[in-house]
């Protein structure tokens, strides 16, 4: 599929466009803690030359106690300004997995309200495996204006997720393993129980990715979604252990041309931590 500035670019397409004054990159890189990488210190140590590091825990409401929460605008402007990041600029995500934490921080600044933004296809190993540019050089960063119109139709919070599952409407989509949604699993973060928002599809979304880490075609991510039981015609919310896995079905949705697609920003983060929420297990 051909490159698309609002969604997904090759590793091509960011070569080509590497020196446009207008271009800025993130690199959003953010791990498990079961995977045991530094995302910084990867970054310090070798990035895209001109990239700015992108901290998911730092960028994030601080008031919540649930992890990387989308942040308030303030804080969220004032951290883009101090990366020189302002209205008219191309953003390209990128991440040092493939495709993971980069479609998440895609989808935070779709929320705010700015379209041309792209991840990149395969990241940082795709970039690396061809031979391409890496420095260790910091990017020099100047403050620029950025203006923020929330989109809030983008996410959404427990109590909207709560009537969905009651109502089978928008329809609930898992980006997590099967073992983790079927309740067969223990999950990562202590105290969570196991299991799934009753009424939700399980698409994992490694089964979305190429084995060099880039997304699948439309026409394969649909057949996958379609096989999970999911009618692409009606809105979906996507959901994961904690918002972060979810922006890449969202990734893989918008590439296909749905539209009505939204992110459960707690995810089972939230919902999987307290009593009052039903939880299913099993396929």
Known sequence: MADDPKTLVSTDW????????????????????????NPRAE?????I??????????????????????PPVEKFISRMRAMGVGDGHQVVVYDGYGIFSA???WWLLRLMG???????DGGLPKWRAEGREITDDPTIMRDRHITVSVQNALVRDVTQVAAASKLGDPQIVDARGPGRFQGTEAEPRAGMRSGHIPGSKNVHYATLLNADGTLKSPEETRAI?????VDLSKPVIATCGSGVTAAILFLALERMGV???????????????????????GP
């Not at 970054?43 to 990035?47: C, L, M, N």
């Not at 030359?49 to 989308?70: K, Y």
């Not at 979604?225 to 039981?229: S, V």
């Not at 539209?259 to 297990?281: A, C, F, N, P």
Request: aromatic residues 14%.
């Open 49 to 70: 030359p001109g990239a700015r590091f992108f901290d998911i825990d730092e960028i994030s409401d601080h008031r919540s106690d649930l992890p990387h929460m989308v």
């Open 103 to 105: 479609a998440r921080v």
């Open 14 to 37: 960011l070569a080509a466009h590497l020196n446009d004054p207008d271009l800025r990159i993130f690199d959003a890189s953010w791990y498990l803690p079961d995977m045991n990488r």
């Open 225 to 229: 979604f379609e096989a999970a039981g």
């Open 43 to 47: 970054y310090e140590a070798g990035h």
């Open 259 to 281: 539209t009505q697609i939204s992110l459960y920003d707690g995810s089972w983060s939230e919902w999987g931590r307290y009593d009052y929420l039903t939880v299913e297990t």
């Open 114 to 120: 700015k379209t041309d933004v792209a991840v990149l």
